[in-house]
């Protein structure tokens, strides 16, 4: 089986350490990884944002790189349910009042449609990946830590993932599991949203922040480093002690790990100052 | 062009050239027939409504019971109820509607009795379709007490089942409990300008 | 009373109003408390039906073939309507339809119409087009009533005032209700019951002597000329049923093909607006009966605008149940005021725009006004994939400059790997540059609240490039 790792490129330029996780994880699990040199972004932010005729550009640059794979994996629900979900829409319906999105891109519409219905089928996130193609919710992953996971929207609704991520963790040894309040509401993050209407944004992350912290959990997990750098930069900016880490980065944990390279102790001072805050 | 023309006009020229829509009509025409009255009774009075389930020959003492723990006197009933419904309650007033009563009245009588058209079980719903012993719909309006007689046969499981027996041509009342209202807080208070009480008795 | 669309005029953007409702406490307090208790009741009544999926599948695809048909609809409930002896209206904009009101107001030689709550007479103003022609509009909802006499807007489609608690309702009864009829009881309290009790006896004198009814519907059966109120307080019941002279004014997309249809909506819409089984009330009636005079206006104003847009026309599958509202995370903070219409929510975020254009400021800043986080499209029984209506309208309306350059950067810069991987190299060479708590410029947004995250020393393309993957 071909699998290609889609990064992403928030992940490629921020948070490498998620990467890298998902690559030590799949190796672990007997997966050889490619990492398809060309990728750059699936154009989430551009489609998003109103940039339709970029974000079709940048589309139509994911389905070249990534044809011909068995599986694409991304560490983020909501790139891949932008490649899953709202790839077939801007096939065939978001150009359609404006034909002009796919005059700059090769193969034009109908082939931009071939395409989407070739490749997006094969995208997967993370635990979806594990779940339903590798079969395994038991990836033989240490983390003795108590744990709250915030399932993020596009994974939720999007992808809908349903409990594939939290079957993932309750496996992990010496993991302790809590359970969020009002997991399933958004944290506000919302891309250029976050920005745009910061104010809004930041009330809606105060009271994910509340959520999380009367959990007591030590780290904050999810499976989208975009609502993790806005919960985690919260975090970090109210001291409130808690780390935010990718779920890779939680299953790639091993025995191994602890107090090694790739150690996963949770910081005792504020992540902020030594540099591992989102 | 006159507006009828000119927005018949910007409608065709909308959607000129969509597609045609099938309709898939795959949800439950039906509904669970076993506990069907036990079903219709538990959700009216889950609004709050008073309900009893009587045997059909005690219908009328159960009417005569609910009349004077309300002390209603005074009672609207329409044309066409059944007469044996009342004939344990010899004393209560009754207001028909012919000539037809005003609204003075009605707000001055202390209830009304009506029988219904259909119930839906799964709802908890009486619609009254202004046949005979429902009367026309103000007499269930404006009286703040509303005593409904509802059949056996009457109660249909589901809300597709009562939409296919009615007739819409009539003008049609679907009551599910007391008037209530949700505009303060969003939580429902019974209430408001309906009949405050609702007294439905189920006949087997 | 200044619930009209033209109160709403002139408002600032949709981040600028949302900012100043944010620091209303007791506002927020006040939705997320009423938010929250419909949210569960609606998620119960739902689950209790094992169709539902199939109900909303139904629903969707209902609505769109009467809308991809709605010509021969519109013309064959006109001919029931008119087969039924009620009389039939068209108008094509808000001041037509008002003119049509008034007229007919007119005619009666009445001052004073009983109205039942409806969103399409709040769109055009009608009130305010009555007002300004003598005539008196006593809106006889609560929670209209409420903000009538609070001299305040509906920020709420279902319950236009969800922003006031009950303690506030009190003291609007007590200073407010007097200057419009009978005054509220000098001990009244804030028990809602008691609140009920005195908007019942407030309004009672009215309906009895009402003459004239104007209401709005919820349906409109094109095959048996049907209209459909459901409500729950017995204020619509009132107003259909006792004036002898009833206008309804009708948006064109509120038509349904068939009575069986109702077998669908009169499920999904109940539990899907007050998160009941059912409404305590709904009434149909056709044509004149009882020896009513009736009268339909059927209102396009711009809907058939809205119709041309192959994306943007699923809003007008709404049903104005308002769960999208309630379960939106930022209407739940911000509230309705802020969005600057009588459509506010996720619905208003889509409709809006379409109807009125996005000249305005605030109009064209209301496709963002959400963080896409999908829970809207999930609740809407008609399945209105709000989100992807609002990335279509994003868009379709004009960005500003400076954004639109920082876009184009960013796009150019991921078009090529080699012009990614130059900017990763260039940011983790200034990574010891980079504030991690106060950025510059519009970067200022992100750090009032947040750390930025720290730049790596290696993007994870450089990483793989130099091990190999890791293997070295
Ligand atoms: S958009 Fe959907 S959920 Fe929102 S009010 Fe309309 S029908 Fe209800």
């Known amino acids: 089986m071909r699998v290609a790792l889609f990064v992403t490129c928030l992940n490629d330029t921020l948070f490498p350490g998620t990467g890298k996780a998902v690559v030590t994880l799949l190796r672990r699990l007997g997966c050889e990884v490619e990492f398809p040199e060309g990728q750059t972004c699936c154009g989430q932010m551009h489609v998003n944002t109103g940039y339709r005729d970029e974000g079709v550009r940048l589309a139509r640059h994911f389905l070249d790189v990534f044809a011909g794979y068995d599986a694409v994996v991304a560490p983020s629900g909501s790139c891949a349910a932008m490649v899953r979900e709202q790839y077939p829409k801007l096939a065939d319906g978001m150009g359609a009042t404006r034909p002009g999105a796919f005059a700059s891109v090769h193969g034009g519409r109908s082939g931009f449609a071939r395409a989407v219905a070739e490749v997006t089928p094969r995208v997967y996130d993370l635990s979806e990946f594990l779940v339903d193609v590798l079969g395994v919710t038991d990836v033989g992953a240490y983390f003795p830590h108590r744990v709250t996971y915030h ?128 | 062009m006159s507006s009828r023309e000119q927005i018949l006009a910007r409608v065709r020229a909308a959607v000129a050239g969509a597609p045609e829509v099938r309709i898939p009509r795959d949800y439950r025409t039906t509904g669970a027939e076993a506990g069907r009255v036990e079903r219709f009774a538990e959700r009216v009075r889950d609004y709050k409504a008073v309900v009893h389930v009587v045997p059909a020959a005690e219908v009328a003492a159960t009417v005569a019971d609910a009349l004077s723990r309300r002390g209603a006197r005074r009672l609207v009933v329409p044309d066409g109820l059944p007469e044996r419904w009342l004939s344990a309650a010899p004393s209560v007033e009754r207001l028909v509607d012919d000539p037809p009563l005003t609204a003075a009245l009605l707000d001055a009588a202390d209830g009304v009795i009506t029988g219904c058209a259909v119930a839906v079980a799964e709802t908890g719903t009486i619609v009254l379709g202004t046949g005979p012993g429902q009367g026309r719909r103000a007499l269930t309006l404006v009286p703040d007490y509303h005593l409904c007689v509802v059949l056996d046969e009457q109660i249909v499981p589901s809300v597709p089942e009562a939409v296919a027996r009615l007739d819409p041509a009539r003008p049609l009342t679907w009551i599910s409990g007391p008037s209530a ?7 429902r208070v019974e209430g408001v300008h309906g009949p405050r009480t609702l007294e439905v008795v189920i006949a087997l | 009373m200044s619930a009209g669309p033209g109160t709403f005029l002139g408002m600032p953007a949709f981040p600028k109003n949302a900012e100043e409702a944010l620091e209303d ?135 236009p005032a969800i922003h006031r608690n009950r303690s506030e309702i009190r003291e609007i009864f007590l200073e407010h209700m007097g200057e419009w009829g009978r005054p509220a009881p000098a001990d009244l309290t804030d028990d809602p019951k008691a609140l009920a009790e005195a908007a019942r006896l407030h309004l009672r004198e009215r309906f009895l002597s009402a003459k004239v009814g104007v209401s709005g519907a919820n349906f ?158 999930d609740v809407c029984p008609v399945a209105i994939d709000i989100p992807e209506v609002l990335v279509h309208l994003r868009a379709k309306t004009p960005h500003a400059p400076a954004e639109r350059l920082g876009l184009k950067v960013a796009a150019w810069t991921l078009d090529r790997p080699s012009r990614l991987r130059r900017a990763q190299r260039l940011a983790s060479r200034l990574r010891g540059l980079l504030p991690r708590r106060r950025l510059p410029g519009p970067g200022a947004a992100w750090t009032d609240t947040r750390d930025v995250p720290a730049v790596p020393e290696e993007s994870f393309r450089d990483w793989w490039n130099r091990t190999e993957g890791g293997a070295r």
């Open chain 3, 25 to 159: 406490s007791q506002l927020r307090f006040n939705l997320r408390k009423a938010t929250h208790t419909i949210r569960a009741r609606r998620q119960a009544v739902v689950d209790e039906l094992p169709d539902w999926a199939a109900l909303r599948a139904a629903g969707k695809a209902i609505k769109d073939e009467t809308l991809r048909n709605l010509d021969r609809y519109l013309i064959q409930a006109e001919e029931a309507v008119t087969r039924a002896g009620g009389h039939v209206h068209w108008a094509a904009d808000a001041a037509e339809a008002n003119r049509i009101v008034i007229d007919l107001v007119r005619a009666t030689g009445e001052t004073q119409v009983v109205k039942v709550k409806s969103m399409a007479t709040q769109e055009i103003g009608l009130n305010e087009a009555l007002e300004s022609e003598g005539i008196t509009a006593n809106e006889t909802d609560l929670a209209e009533l409420i903000v009538q006499l609070g001299d305040d807007w509906p920020s709420h489609i279902l319950v």
């Open chain 1, 151 to 278: 399932p993020t929207c596009h994974s939720l609704r999007g992808l809908r993932v349903g409990d594939r991520p939290t079957r993932l963790l309750r496996n992990v040894r010496g993991l302790e599991l809590v359970p969020l309040p009002g997991a399933d509401e958004c944290c506000g993050f919302g891309g250029t949203f976050a920005v745009k209407n910061a104010a809004v944004s930041a009330a809606m992350c105060a009271d994910k922040v509340a959520n999380i912290e009367s959990t007591g959990a030590e780290v904050l997990c999810a499976a989208d480093n975009s609502c993790l750098m806005h919960i985690g930069g919260t975090l970090s900016r109210q001291r409130t002690g808690v780390r935010v880490m990718h779920l890779a980065e939680i299953l790639a944990a091993t025995e191994r790990d602890v107090g090694g390279p790739m150690s996963r102790e949770v910081p005792a001072v504020d992540p902020a100052v030594n540099g591992e805050a989102r």
């Open chain 3, 220 to 377: 409109l059966i094109a095959e048996t000329g049907t209209l459909v109120v459901l409500e729950s307080e017995g204020n619509g019941r009132m107003c259909l049923t006792m004036p002898r002279t009833l206008i309804s004014v009708v948006g064109i997309e509120k038509v349904l093909p068939t009575w069986r249809d109702l077998e669908v909506f009169l499920q999904l819409l109940p539990r899907s607006s007050t998160g009941e089984r059912m409404n305590p009330y709904t009434s149909t009636w056709t044509g004149a009966v009882e020896g009513q005079e009736f009268h339909l206006v059927l209102l396009d104003n711009g809907r058939t605008k809205v119709l041309a847009d192959e994306i943007g026309r699923q809003a007008l599958r709404c049903i104005r149940c308002s769960a999208c509202l309630n379960v939106c995370p930022v209407y739940e903070r911000v509230g309705g005021h802020a969005y600057g219409s009588v459509y506010p929510g996720p619905i208003g975020a889509i409709l809006t725009p379409q109807l009125r254009g996005t000249a305005s400021e605030l109009d064209a800043s209301l496709p963002y006004a959400s963080s896409l986080c999908g829970a809207c499209y």
């Open chain 2, 181 to 187: 209202t949700s505009d303060i807080e969003l939580n």
